[in-house]
């Protein structure tokens, strides 16, 4: 039988490990932020304290089962954290990372301290130091793939289209497509710059430019 102390000590560990996950998810200002980090975190410890009391009163009832519903239980919380957005999706590592927790408190409810230390390092290793790899490669990428919310007027489309082609830039893939009304457009299109230093000096310039409403990247 688990002593109160070893109990305590399980819960509060998994406080202090998904908290610090949750922390860096908040400074990002994520849908899921250090509260449900922890929440998520500290029930599945207690699922995973749960079971191996269970074993203990009833050696022969299979009690595994419990840990296993937690991990497939999380889906639904994380399909919370997914945003689609226009033809993005937001929120996929949001989603990645409340899985890990739940797996991170089920490590530690089962006494496998070093795991759920050594994989909380890793999963914050891998959302800092790989946020900025990634952000590094983006930088170096010539790919841009913008939005354009415009008044559906032939001569303001003809304009961004004159922009695009005196800074020298490509058009690799373009798409259209009306709001009811039929007032505006939207220019869904994924563009090859000579270099990535051109893309702030295009998106002010369409945004310029009149009768266009918004201009987001992706």
């Known amino acids: ?68 519903q937690v991990i497939s239980g999380i889906g639904f919380l994380g399909a919370g954290t997914i945003i689609m957005q226009g033809n993005s999706v937001q929120g996929l590592t949001t989603a990645a990372g409340l899985w890990a927790v739940a797996c991170i408190g089920l490590a530690i409810g089962s006494g496998f301290y070093l795991g759920g230390i050594a994989a909380t390092l890793m999963v914050l290793i891998t959302l800092i130091l790989f946020k900025k790899i990634e952000e590094n490669i983006m930088k170096k990428s010539n790919n841009l793939i913008i939005s354009i919310i415009v008044t559906n007027k032939l001569e303001q489309i003809k304009n961004i289209y004159k922009i695009i082609e005196d800074m020298k830039i490509s058009i690799k893939k373009i798409e259209f497509s009306e709001d009811d009304s039929g007032d505006l457009i939207t220019l869904d299109m994924d563009l090859k710059l000579p270099n990535y230093g051109v893309k702030d000096d295009l998106i002010n310039k369409i945004v310029s430019q009149d009768g266009v409403m918004k201009v987001s990247k992706r």
């Open 1 to 68: 039988m688990l002593s109160s102390q070893q109990i305590i000590i399980r819960l509060l560990l998994s406080v202090v490990l998904s908290g610090c996950i949750g922390i860096e998810r908040e400074k990002l200002r994520r849908p899921a932020g250090i509260r449900t980090h922890i929440l998520v975190c500290i029930g599945s410890t207690l699922v995973m304290l749960t079971s191996i009391h269970l074993a203990r009163i009833y050696p022969n009832v299979q009690v595994d089962r419990l840990g296993a």
